[in-house]
Each structure stands twice: as structure tokens, then as C-alpha cells.
């Protein structure tokens, strides 16, 4: 990472974070689902351009502090990206992890295709065929469905 960026320790802003996810290609939140994000997580990294003061990457990690940790919200904005942002962000909350959680923590990720060769760099293995990442599958019932019994 070059000096036109900083990197902080610290959340973005709600439209800051709602933006990013967008932009990046990951899936759009609302503000109702990415307003907890900031102040429940675990641990924030932002990079800040210097020139225009905008946050334009971000990741952070999940989890409870002792044993369980998930980095999450891996996001550059496009026209940042190959600066090594990610790098420099992941980099970041595994020696935070490192240093402040309790011997023998567990950390994963959901590695969506474009972001595979950097977890790969940093050490992150498949987990398949011992486990594989499973989510619950939910939807909002449509005007016809007939739930009334």
C-alpha cells in the first residue's frame, strides 16, 4: 500500500459501508441491516485516500472474542483496487487477532471467487471436503402464497 492511503482502525460511516458493499459487487445491504454491522463487529479496518479524505476499502471481523473469529466485508472500491488495500486491510485484522485473542482462535471467511488468491496468500485453506460453508436459505412469502390454516 502506497502513502496516498491511511489505514485506521475504525468503522466507516453508515453510508460510507452501505456504498462500498455496493460498488465492490457484494450484496447490497440496508441501512437497517448495516447499521448494527458497525457497532457490533469485533474489529474495523478502513483505508482512507488522502488526496480526496473518502474511505474507499474496508473489512472487519466478527465473532466473540474468544475462540471464534470471521473476517467479513472485504470491500474495495474500483477504482482503488491493485493498490493493495486488501492486502494491507486483512493484514491488519489477522495481527489483531494475533495479538489479542487467546491462543487456538478460529478464523474463517467466505471467500467469494475475486478474493481467493489473497485469503490463499495470507495463509487461508479450503475447508472442503472436511466442511464446507452452508446458510440458511430464507424468503419473504409472496402475496399468493396461502399460509392461512
Not at 465492490?24 to 480526496?52: F, I, K, M, Y
Not at 495481527?95 to 471467500?111: K, N, Q, S
Request: zero cysteines; hydrophobic letters at 35%; proline letters at 7%.
Amino acid at each position: 500500500m502506497n502513502t496516498d492511503y491511511e489505514l485506521l482502525d475504525s468503522a466507516p460511516d453508515l453510508e460510507t459501508y452501505l456504498e462500498l458493499r455496493r460498488i465492490s459487487g457484494l450484496t447490497p445491504r440496508t441501512a437497517e441491516q448495516g447499521a448494527p454491522a458497525l457497532t457490533n463487529s469485533w474489529a474495523w479496518v478502513t483505508v482512507r485516500h488522502r488526496a480526496s479524505g473518502d474511505v474507499v476499502a474496508m473489512g472487519r471481523v466478527i465473532g466473540d472474542g474468544g475462540w471464534y473469529f470471521m473476517v467479513a466485508d472485504m470491500a474495495t472500491s474500483p477504482e482503488h483496487q491493485r493498490q493493495g488495500l486488501g492486502r494491507a486491510i486483512l493484514t491488519r485484522l489477522l495481527a489483531r487477532i494475533e495479538h489479542d485473542a487467546p491462543p487456538g482462535a478460529y478464523v474463517t471467511l467466505m471467500a467469494d471467487a475475486p478474493g481467493r488468491p489473497l485469503y490463499e496468500s495470507l495463509g487461508f485453506v479450503e475447508t472442503a471436503p472436511r466442511s464446507v460453508g452452508m446458510r440458511l436459505e430464507r424468503r419473504r412469502p409472496q402475496p399468493s402464497d396461502n399460509s392461512s390454516t
